[in-house]
């Protein structure tokens, strides 16, 4: 099979473009006088009655990884009321449920091919592999002119992110990242606290999660297993592989297992780095790192470490942000337990310490309780979403970007493969955003690409 990525120009007037152009066309216009008037663009007897989507305002959306958060990700979608059209996955026996749940959507194995087959079809591509294929579906996906959701870490080396982020911004599709706490309401009220001084100046962040030990536990800090079992039978083993290099299949990647490698996954941080980072990047206007310095259990040659902490360093941002420092912790550990937070109250493992000049806050409370009840409720200042999906369903149809836009997602996503790079390096590293590199260590620098198979490359090596 031909494993060259295809190249697909949108034609002339793609369905896109008409869904943006009904919708604009159906705006509330002003009249000579001032007056609203509106402008209806078909009978209503067409579009139906009350609570009645018309066909021409539905998307058409394709999904490539169904077997898992990518069978979710379509229910919410299709909740909305979208069409869901073509579904692709290597493994048919994983992907067996959501063939189900869409009986009439079109069934592929190959992404490439699907893309081919459904250019004139699909309006938007839902992205939910394993890390190591997002961005070349994604890339591949935007140049046929398609908007795309992609799941959670947006990529798997910081160079692919940056050109997520451009090709976005080329094609001018809609975009947005699979991380649905971002819609949240806590993220606004903790905004809103903070801006109204609730604890000071925030100078440390703290972040913590319990993966990989607890939670989801996945195989991590272990060698490559020497058994070559059969590939199953409904598996499309290369495929599956796409851009990693060749390596016989085994179970302990495939399924749900690949997180863990380096090949394939960014380990805990790549996995909920991108939900708790991006909340603490739009409460505190944070750019990019200038220096990332890691803390490890043992690296294995070719799996993310058991246990690790990443401390990074960033600069003022105006007179409202002084430099702040955020420090990641995951495999169970935690940061010292505040001496503010109550004897019966619980610290959990996925959770956010917030440290200002004047208190702190655990999540979108001030701690102790006493001095959050005392302190009086911010004035809701900021916009509230529509909801994760809501929000990129209309940026589709001609709205404001979504909350995780990849001109916004790319930044945190840079930040959490900086502490994957700096892990790797196994030390402390200087970083300049604008050259993309580490200036005081360039052998590190390796760490922020990759090497492609012939026929895969998303990004120039280099």
């Not at 078909?42 to 009655?49: A, C, D, E, F, T």
């Not at 409720?377 to 990129?392: D, Q, T, V």
């Amino acid at each position: 099979m031909n494993e060259k990525a295809i190249v697909i120009p949108e034609s002339g007037f793609s369905r896109r473009r008409f869904i943006r152009s009904t919708a604009a066309a159906a705006a509330v216009m002003v009249g000579g006088c001032g007056h609203l008037k509106s402008v209806s663009v078909v009978p209503r007897h067409v579009i139906g009655g009350k609570g009645h989507t018309a066909p021409s305002d539905r998307l058409n959306i394709a999904c490539v990884g169904i077997g898992g958060q990518g069978g979710s990700d379509l229910r919410n979608f299709a909740r909305l009321d979208q069409n869901i059209v073509a579904l692709c996955d290597v493994d048919w026996d994983l992907a067996a449920k959501t063939f189900e749940e869409y009986p009439k959507a079109a069934r592929y194995r190959d992404f490439r091919i699907m893309l081919e087959k459904e250019v004139n079809n699909i309006d938007a591509v839902v992205v939910a592999t394993p890390d190591h294929m997002h961005a070349p579906i994604s890339v591949a996906a935007m140049k046929a002119g398609k908007h795309v959701y992609c799941e959670k870490p947006l990529t798997h080396t910081v160079a692919e992110s940056r050109e997520m982020a451009r090709v976005a911004l080329e094609q001018k599709v809609t975009t947005q990242m699979g991380n649905s706490g971002q819609a949240s309401e806590d993220v606004r009220v903790i905004s809103e606290y903070i801006q109204a001084g609730a604890i000071g100046k925030v100078r440390e962040v703290h972040v913590w999660c319990d993966r990989p030990r607890g939670g989801y536990p996945w195989p991590q800090a272990i060698e490559r297993p020497k058994e070559t079992p059969d590939v199953p039978a409904n598996l499309s083993w290369n495929l599956w592989l796409g851009v990693a290099p060749d390596r016989p299949y085994h179970p302990a990647y495939h399924p749900f297992k690949w997180r863990g490698w380096l090949d394939f996954g960014t380990g805990a941080l790549g996995d909920i780095g991108c939900h708790k980072f991006h909340p603490i990047f739009r409460i505190l206007d944070l750019g990019y790192p200038t220096t990332i310095e890691p803390f490890t259990t043992e690296l294995h040659d070719e799996t993310w470490p058991l246990v690790s902490m990443i401390k990074y360093s960033f600069p003022a941002r105006n007179r409202q942000y002084p430099a702040l420092t955020l420090i990641w912790y995951d495999g169970m550990l935690r940061p010292p337990r505040p001496k503010e937070l109550e004897a019966n109250r619980q610290r959990g493992y996925g959770n956010t310490l917030f440290v200002g000049d004047d208190g702190k806050m655990l999540n979108s409370r001030i701690i102790p309780e006493e001095k959050h009840k005392a302190f009086p409720k911010p004035a809701e200042i900021l916009p509230r979403s529509i909801g994760h999906f809501e929000e990129f369903v209309h940026a589709c149809k001609g709205g404001n970007p979504a909350g995780a836009d990849f001109s916004y997602a790319a930044k945190v996503n840079e930040t959490v493969m900086l502490g994957n790079a700096a892990l790797l390096a196994q030390r402390k590293l200087e970083y300049d955003h604008e050259k993309m590199a580490f200036t005081d260590f360039p052998e590190a620098n390796r760490f922020l690409t990759k090497t492609y198979k012939k026929g895969w490359e998303v990004v120039s090596e280099q």
